[in-house]
């Protein structure tokens, strides 16, 4: 069930990233495939949209810091710069 839910996930991401590529500024397309794009979906992982832009923000440099305990995420944010965490940051703040 978690990997159905998952590969899900997965393929959503991958449509967004291919239909709606000039809107979700570079990386933040990837994050849904493990953080749900969807309230309809349960998932250990918090949903991103709606969080605060500032929360997201200082939990990345965080975890590219390695100043906060992470399973994933600190590899994951070690690929992005600050200007580009700032633009993910802001989009999924804007999302519903
Ligand atoms: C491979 C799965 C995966 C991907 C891809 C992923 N995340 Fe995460 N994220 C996690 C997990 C798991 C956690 C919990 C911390 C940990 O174990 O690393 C987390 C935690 C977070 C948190 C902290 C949430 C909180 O309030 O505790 C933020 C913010 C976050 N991720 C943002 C992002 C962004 C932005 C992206 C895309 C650039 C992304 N993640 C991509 C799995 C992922």
């Not at 449509?15 to 749900?36: D, K, L, M, Q, R």
């Not at 992470?70 to 633009?87: L, P």
């Amino acid at each position: 069930m978690v990997k159905v839910v998952a590969a899900a996930i997965g393929c959503w991401a991958i449509a967004a990233a291919v239909t709606a590529s000039a809107e979700p500024p570079a990386g933040a397309a990837s994050c849904t495939g493990c953080h749900p794009a969807s309230t309809r979906v349960t998932s250990p992982v918090v949903r991103l949209s709606g969080l605060e832009r500032d929360a997201i923000v200082k939990a990345l440099q965080e975890f590219r810091a390695g100043h906060r305990a992470a399973t994933v995420m600190d590899r994951i944010a070690k690929g992005f710069t600050d200007d580009e965490i700032q633009a993910i940051a802001a989009w999924y703040a804007a999302q519903r």
